[in-house]
Structures are given as structure tokens and as C-alpha cells.
């Protein structure tokens, strides 16, 4: 049995992205879509049994219409070439309000076939080309799903925090209690664990979040489990199998460095009625983010050629990427970047932004403290003693001087 394993899609991230006058979309909607026709390429190519995915389709609580179409094309193409496909409900497919419908819900009221929405704790028992095959599907949980009793209401974040993971983590022991020894089973759930190294989401998240003990989720009764929700791919245990796919596009630069791609899950029968698991990731032509570093000393020559030789050094990394060019330089140099030659040597990127920090020298004058340490009140009282004015004259510009200070600074 072959199970494609992935998660985090995010349709609608589109910074970094401008418009595609072929296409009228975003060229990130567009970064996100090219790397979910890899997935459902392979899933087709390779004849997988399963498609596990495991929550979080869009950016938005409200996706837009072209967002939720392209969505549906793609898992459209899986389902009726005959492959289960499960969408777990991640926090952002979550409505803003009680009673409106989830992002992926539309699949479930018109009754797909081959599609399976996950809005509560539930498992299913699916027919797969290959056997048939047990998915417990934890979706993200609200805390008025689990906590609506008279006896919360008088609870801090942090107990609710408490009784959320308590929740979560029974429902799984309940789960799992109820499954066939004798069927391959697996546990798909958008959650946080303790152990999981985090990454951009950590931004993206909505609100404080329950976190689960990896002994949670790390129990014998499955064969592997697939976790969405954090974006780093990483594996947190061995046997059972626990796995973070990540997220399948590169979001930010926090994720620069993030190898972006979908787990391929090998269930085989082996001796004593004992199954074998192995899992791969796969890579996809994620959108390359690229920061490139540029220290500019006082001494420099020429300022702009140094900057054009470190983008000339990674030229092949800098054609169509995302890249940030940071430049740090003392201020005597600031005036001689020739930024058209700089913008130009970046025409080949996807995007591009470029970012000054500027090294000030402190002012210092004979006996007295640097300029930046002056109060802007202290500062005026020492021009004033520089300047040939009477006392009674300089008492009142002080005082209008300090009125000034105060509106600007309320």
C-alpha cells in the first residue's frame, strides 16, 4: 500500500509576488499550484493508494473563489482517477464564526466520491486498490468543540490550554483502542508537538495553541502518523513512525533554508502477520528564497561593484528566486550605491527587495556626551548656551522649546 503524505498548502500566500499578465493570478498563487501538480502528477504516475492531507488549504478563513477552484481541480483529478484522498481541517479552514462552513466542506455536502472531509475526530475505514486501510483523523479543534461546560468558564488560558491537550489526546487513545489489529492504520492530525522544531507558522497561528506530548501521538496501534500544522518537514520518532511533511511552498524567509516536498508511505505485509514501514520524502521545485549579505567597509573604492560582484558570485541561484539583498555600510558610503546598476543586476529574480543598514558614526564634541545620548530637550539647552542671547530669552525658548517636545512626543 502506497500513501502520499503532505500538508500546509496555504493557497493565497502571495507576498513576494506580483501579477502574471498571462494568467491575471499571483505569481506565488501560481509558485503554490505548480508545486501541487508535482504531487498529483506522482500520485497518478505511481498509482498511490491514499492521499493524505493533512490540513491547512488556504491562507485565508475565507478563501477566494479562484483559490477554492484550483484547489478543487487538483483534488478533483485524484478522486476520479480512483485515489481516496482525506482532507483534514486545519485552523486556517476554520470560519471566523460558529455554524459557517469550513474551506473544504463544500466537498463533503455535494458528496464526492473519493473524498473524505475531516471536521471532527473520527475514523474511517477505506477501500484502497492495495487492502483496505484504517485512518483515525484528528482535524484542528476549537476549544468551544471540547470546552463548552458550565465548569470552564472560570478557567485561565492556560488550564484551558491544559484541558484542550487533555481532550485531544484522549480522543486519540480512544481512537486507537477501537482499531483492527489485523489493518494497517495510520493517524492523520493537525496538531502541535512539543518536540516539533517550529517554523513560520509560528507567525501565522492564530491565537495561543494546546501542544501534545509526543507520547500523544506516538502510540503502537499505528503504523504511521501524519501531522500537519507545523512547516519544518521533520521526523519526531521512529517506531511508530511520526512525521511533520511541512509546508509544500516556501511561505517566507524563515523558510529559506526548508526543504519543501510530500512523504511516500510503503505499508508491506511481512512475517508473522507483522507489517513493514518505510517512508521517503520527496522533494518538489519549490520557489528558491536567497538572502545575499554585502559588508561594505569605509575603504571601499567603488561601493556598487562590490555589491555586483557578490550578486555575480550566486548568479545561478539569483535567476528566479525570491531574493533580499542586505547591504551594511558606513554612512560616508551611502550616497555613492548607484542603485539603477543594482536594480538591474536583479532583473532576473522573481523578486527582489534590497535593505540599507547604515552604520552611523557617534558625534562627539570635547567634554561632552555623544549626540545620539542627548535628549532633544538637552540638545536645544546646548545650542541655546552657544548662542549670543540673554537669559530672559533663552528661559523662554526653553520653555516653548520643551511644550513643543511634549506635543511631538504624545
Request: proline content about 5%.
Amino acid at each position: 500500500m502506497k500513501i502520499i503524505h503532505f500538508a500546509d498548502l496555504h493557497l493565497g500566500v502571495e507576498n513576494y509576488g506580483r501579477i502574471d499578465p498571462a494568467t491575471g493570478l499571483s505569481t506565488r498563487l501560481n509558485d503554490f499550484l505548480a508545486v501541487f501538480d508535482e504531487l498529483v502528477d506522482y500520485a497518478l504516475k505511481n498509482k498511490v493508494d491514499l492521499v493524505l492531507f493533512c490540513g491547512d488549504a488556504y491562507k485565508s478563513r475565507e478563501p477566494t473563489q479562484t483559490q477554492q477552484r484550483e484547489f478543487a481541480r487538483r483534488i478533483n483529478r485524484l478522486a476520479t482517477a480512483g485515489i481516496p484522498v482525506i482532507l483534514l481541517t486545519g485552523n486556517h479552514d476554520l470560519p471566523n464564526a460558529i455554524g459557517r462552513a469550513t474551506a473544504t466542506e463544500i466537498f463533503d455536502t455535494l458528496a464526492v466520491k473519493n473524498v473524505y472531509v475531516a471536521n471532527k475526530p473520527e475514523t474511517y475505514k477505506i477501500s484502497t486498490a492495495d487492502g483496505m486501510v484504517q485512518v483515525v483523523a484528528i482535524p484542528w479543534l476549537r476549544r468551544s468543540t471540547l470546552l463548552a461546560g458550565e465548569d470552564t468558564k472560570n478557567l485561565s488560558l492556560e488550564q484551558l490550554n491544559q484541558r484542550l491537550q487533555d481532550a485531544i489526546a484522549a480522543a486519540i487513545s480512544n481512537k486507537a483502542n477501537e482499531l483492527d489489529p489485523a489493518l494497517p492504520a495510520v493517524l492523520t492530525a493537525h496538531v502541535s508537538v512539543g518536540s516539533a522544531k517550529a517554523g513560520s507558522e509560528s507567525m501565522m497561528s492564530i491565537g495561543q495553541e494546546p501542544i501534545l506530548l509526543l507520547s500523544s501521538v506516538a502510540l503502537p496501534a499505528f503504523d504511521y502518523v501524519a501531522l500537519g500544522h507545523i512547516h519544518k518537514q521533520q521526523v519526531l520518532n521512529e517506531n511508530p513512525p511520526v512525521v511533520y511533511a511541512g509546508s509544500l511552498e516556501r511561505v517566507d524567509f524563515g523558510e529559506e533554508d526548508d526543504a519543501k516536498g510530500f512523504y511516500v508511505v510503503d505499508i508491506t505485509a511481512g512475517k508473522n502477520s507483522k507489517r513493514k514501514i518505510s517512508y521517503k520524502f520527496h522533494p518538489v521545485h519549490a520557489r528558491r528564497f536567497l538572502t545575499v549579505k554585502v559588508d561594505l567597509k569605509g575603504e571601499e573604492p567603488d561601493p556598487t561593484a562590490t555589491v555586483l560582484d557578490a550578486i555575480k558570485s550566486q548568479q545561478e541561484s539569483v535567476k528566479d528566486a525570491i531574493v533580499r539583498l542586505n547591504i551594511s555600510l558606513p554612512s560616508s558610503l551611502e550616497g555613492q550605491l548607484r542603485n539603477n546598476d543594482i536594480k538591474d543586476a536583479l532583473k532576473d529574480t522573481q523578486n527582489f527587495t534590497i535593505a540599507r543598514d547604515v552604520q552611523r558614526e557617534s558625534r562627539t564634541r570635547p567634554g561632552a556626551r555623544p549626540a545620539e545620548e542627548i535628549t532633544p530637550f538637552e540638545a536645544l539647552k546646548e545650542y541655546l548656551d552657544t548662542q549670543s542671547i540673554s537669559e530672559e530669552r533663552k528661559k523662554t525658548l526653553l520653555e516653548y522649546g520643551e511644550k513643543l517636545i511634549k506635543d511631538r512626543e504624545f
